[in-house]
């Protein structure tokens, strides 16, 4: 039985971590950290857990089921609801908010900073440019993404890396003085468990599990179980690393505390601290390589998006009239900025995550009931209900009040534990659960 040997492991290691971090992974530890303060240990194993331990999971979940991609996984509930989720999915960590994200980290981080008081009509220009470079490459596929991938990432990489160094070699400040903030303050491990949500890389892996999947086929594995465990030991490689990286950042946030405000994003916070470390030269050479990994980054979403839908839809449209389609809709949404990307994709990723995260516990438990199509669509069914719940709590104030929907999530806050933290899902997917198993079993004793 064939495995593969330390080297290959480490270079499919390398191709999922390339994948699943970009520049976009940064600002959301950076703003923990800031916003955790003394806290941030609480908040970063939560975070670690979402941020890492469910992508892990979710590409494990993949190599283990022989699926054949996402569409076929979330098929074994039903057809219908494969189809809506799959499209759900995709379009969120494509056109509806990790791309246009793309876009506006690199101007939060690279061009805000070197244009004080820049107008929206800064935003929407360099949006444009960088959407316009975006559809260039995503329309010629070609050796632009692998010399990006072996020459700008590593660029990048080592500059955080010396940032990160001199950030911990002269602390601003001590991370025990930096006051928590917020709901840290008071449930920094469940803040943080829900803050890993906005990296979308739980979401990702089930999108992108099945190029790890490939690409160690590719590489003459091809046993069900040598696969799973090659693409589990790459996971770990992979999840290792950005814990690292995730953990480290977060202290540079909270430590930036003692000589910088808490600021408005996690963008905005990397730009103040490269800037206080290395001036200006600092603050270019971030920019530069921010803009370049996330234009990397959009690249490989539009492409991937792009080739799923033709997939998905095979006498729809063709390969570029839905790249074209992504990038424009990228571009409007890319023009509400930073900080409304964030507030508008929380709803959908607190919609989202309760489903990827019990599809991906199915998947991975499956064989304790023959992966019986009953016990997912109950189970799923009640996670549903509860993360639409939790989709409602998330909306912004104004639209939650225009709705009338303050007195339903507090009579719900009351009833169902764990709501108010985020969390409304965990009961009724257990109940599912269950439900879905009784009636399994009683399936079974009709049938003996």
């Given at each position: 039985?064939?495995?593969?040997k330390l080297?290959q492991?480490?270079?499919?290691?390398?191709?999922?971590?390339?994948m699943?971090f970009g520049?976009?992974?940064?600002?959301?530890?950076?703003s923990?950290?800031q916003l955790a303060?003394?806290?941030l240990w609480?908040a970063?194993a939560g975070?670690?857990?979402?941020?890492v331990?469910?992508?892990?999971?979710?590409?494990?979940?993949l190599?283990?089921s022989?699926?054949?991609g996402?569409?076929e996984?979330?098929?074994r509930?039903s057809?219908?609801?494969?189809?809506?989720?799959t499209?759900?999915?995709?379009?969120?960590?494509?056109p509806?908010?990790?791309?246009?994200?793309?876009?506006?980290?690199s101007?939060t981080?690279?061009?805000?900073?070197l244009v004080p008081?820049?107008?929206p009509w800064?935003?929407?220009?360099f949006?444009?440019?960088f959407?316009?470079a975006?559809?260039?490459?995503?329309?010629?596929?070609?050796q632009?993404?692998?010399?990006?991938?072996?020459?700008?990432n590593?660029?990048?990489l080592?500059?955080l890396a010396?940032l990160?160094?001199?950030?911990l070699?002269?602390?601003?400040?001590a991370v025990s003085a930096?006051e928590?903030?917020?709901s840290y303050?008071?449930a920094a491990?469940?803040t943080?468990l829900l803050?890993?949500?906005?990296?979308?890389?739980?979401l990702?892996s089930?999108?992108?599990g099945?190029?790890?999947?490939?690409?160690i086929?590719?590489l003459?594995?091809?046993?069900?179980?040598?696969?799973?465990?090659?693409?589990?030991?790459a996971g770990?490689f992979s999840?290792?690393?950005?814990a690292?990286?995730y953990l480290l950042?977060t202290?540079a946030?909270?430590?930036?505390?003692?000589?910088?405000p808490i600021a408005?994003?996690g963008?905005?916070?990397?730009?103040?601290?490269?800037?206080?470390y290395f001036?200006?030269?600092?603050a270019?050479?971030?920019a530069?390589?921010?803009?370049?990994?996330c234009l990397?980054t959009?690249?490989?979403?539009?492409?991937?998006?792009?080739?799923?839908?033709?997939?998905?839809?095979?006498?729809?449209?063709?390969?570029r009239?839905?790249a074209?389609?992504?990038c424009v809709l990228s571009?409007?949404?890319?023009?509400l900025?930073?900080?409304?990307?964030?507030?508008?994709?929380l709803?959908?990723?607190?919609?989202?995550?309760p489903?990827?995260?019990?599809?991906?516990?199915?998947?991975?438990?499956?064989g304790?009931f023959g992966?019986?199509?009953?016990v997912?669509?109950?189970?799923i069914g009640f996670?549903?209900?509860?993360?639409?719940?939790?989709?409602?709590?998330?909306?912004?104030e104004a639209?939650r009040?225009?709705?009338r929907?303050d007195?339903f999530?507090a009579?719900v806050?009351?009833?169902?534990?764990l709501a108010?933290?985020?969390?409304?899902?965990?009961?009724?997917?257990?109940l599912g659960l269950?439900?879905?198993?009784?009636?399994?079993?009683?399936?079974?004793?009709?049938?003996?």
């Amino acid at each position: 039985m064939k495995t593969l040997k330390l080297r290959q492991v480490l270079l499919v290691a390398s191709m999922l971590f390339g994948m699943f971090f970009g520049a976009g992974n940064l600002i959301f530890p950076a703003s923990m950290g800031q916003l955790a303060g003394g806290n941030l240990w609480q908040a970063s194993a939560g975070f670690l857990i979402t941020g890492v331990g469910l992508p892990l999971l979710g590409v494990a979940a993949l190599g283990i089921s022989r699926a054949e991609g996402l569409l076929e996984l979330s098929s074994r509930v039903s057809r219908g609801y494969g189809l809506f989720f799959t499209c759900l999915l995709y379009l969120t960590i494509g056109p509806f908010f990790a791309i246009p994200r793309c876009a506006t980290v690199s101007y939060t981080v690279g061009v805000q900073p070197l244009v004080p008081g820049a107008q929206p009509w800064v935003l929407a220009v360099f949006s444009l440019a960088f959407f316009g470079a975006v559809l260039f490459f995503s329309l010629r596929p070609g050796q632009i993404l692998t010399w990006i991938g072996k020459v700008l990432n590593p660029l990048f990489l080592c500059f955080l890396a010396a940032l990160l160094v001199r950030a911990l070699i002269s602390p601003m400040g001590a991370v025990s003085a930096a006051e928590p903030a917020g709901s840290y303050a008071t449930a920094a491990f469940a803040t943080g468990l829900l803050e890993g949500y906005n990296t979308m890389d739980a979401l990702a892996s089930l999108a992108f599990g099945i190029i790890v999947v490939n690409t160690i086929r590719s590489l003459g594995v091809s046993e069900p179980g040598a696969v799973a465990r090659s693409t589990v030991g790459a996971g770990v490689f992979s999840s290792l690393l950005m814990a690292l990286i995730y953990l480290l950042v977060t202290v540079a946030g909270a430590q930036s505390r003692g000589l910088l405000p808490i600021a408005p994003n996690g963008g905005e916070a990397l730009a103040q601290i490269a800037r206080h470390y290395f001036g200006g030269a600092g603050a270019v050479i971030l920019a530069v390589t921010v803009t370049v990994a996330c234009l990397k980054t959009a690249v490989g979403l539009i492409t991937s998006c792009g080739e799923t839908f033709v997939k998905l839809f095979p006498g729809g449209p063709s390969y570029r009239v839905w790249a074209v389609g992504f990038c424009v809709l990228s571009f409007l949404i890319a023009n509400l900025g930073l900080d409304a990307i964030i507030a508008y994709s929380l709803p959908v990723l607190m919609f989202l995550y309760p489903l990827s995260i019990v599809l991906i516990l199915l998947t991975l438990a499956g064989g304790l009931f023959g992966h019986d199509p009953v016990v997912l669509r109950w189970t799923i069914g009640f996670t549903a209900v509860a993360a639409l719940v939790d989709f409602a709590r998330a909306l912004p104030e104004a639209t939650r009040a225009a709705l009338r929907l303050d007195g339903f999530l507090a009579a719900v806050d009351g009833a169902l534990p764990l709501a108010a933290q985020g969390f409304g899902w965990v009961i009724p997917a257990a109940l599912g659960l269950v439900i879905g198993l009784a009636l399994r079993a009683a399936a079974a004793r009709k049938t003996a």
